[in-house]
């Protein structure tokens, strides 16, 4: 009988943690709970703008150089290459480049580039995603030690693309939620 009840609340809630979702800004949200992002835990000294899973940061922002330039004319591509320009004359750019995809899914669109960085001072295998949800388009960060096999990455990435849209799938738990958001 425990056994039954212990099934049935699992099967209960099961609709409840699917619909789980965070707002990355007022324009983008992540719904994270089916997938192994679930986990990952907002940085509780920052502005709001990273997570960490494991040992991978997760950081986001609508406001990266050359968003002004996004419009409906304007491609993913051209803009990230606007943005990679900006930061690599900044003395910002990767090391060495792995791989540049186009990635489709529902809601997103995002140009992916998989990457060795240099960031504080230390390496890492990264990835940057300059995703188009729907009207909106954001930047996203991702990076994790330098080791970190660039498979891993990718699938890390991939799925962090594959959970974004541009509202909360679930209106009653996400109530209240833009309202108390201190990031934009």
Known sequence: MKR???AAAYLWALPCLALACQP???HVWMCSAASEWADAEWDPEGEGTAMFLGDVIFNFTEEFPGHDIGDHL???EEQYDTYQQWVTEEGN???EIYRRDLIETNNTSALRQLQRDIIEGEQTMSAVILAQVRAHRIMLYVDGPV????ERMQVLSRTLIEILDDHCSDPD???GVLDNMDRS
Do not use: N, R, W
């Open 4 to 6: 039954a009840l212990v």
């Open 173 to 175: 738990a996400c109530d």
């Open 147 to 150: 080791e970190m096999e660039i």
């Open 74 to 76: 304007t491609t993913l």
């Open 24 to 26: 990355l800004s007022t």
């Open 93 to 95: 750019g990767p090391i």
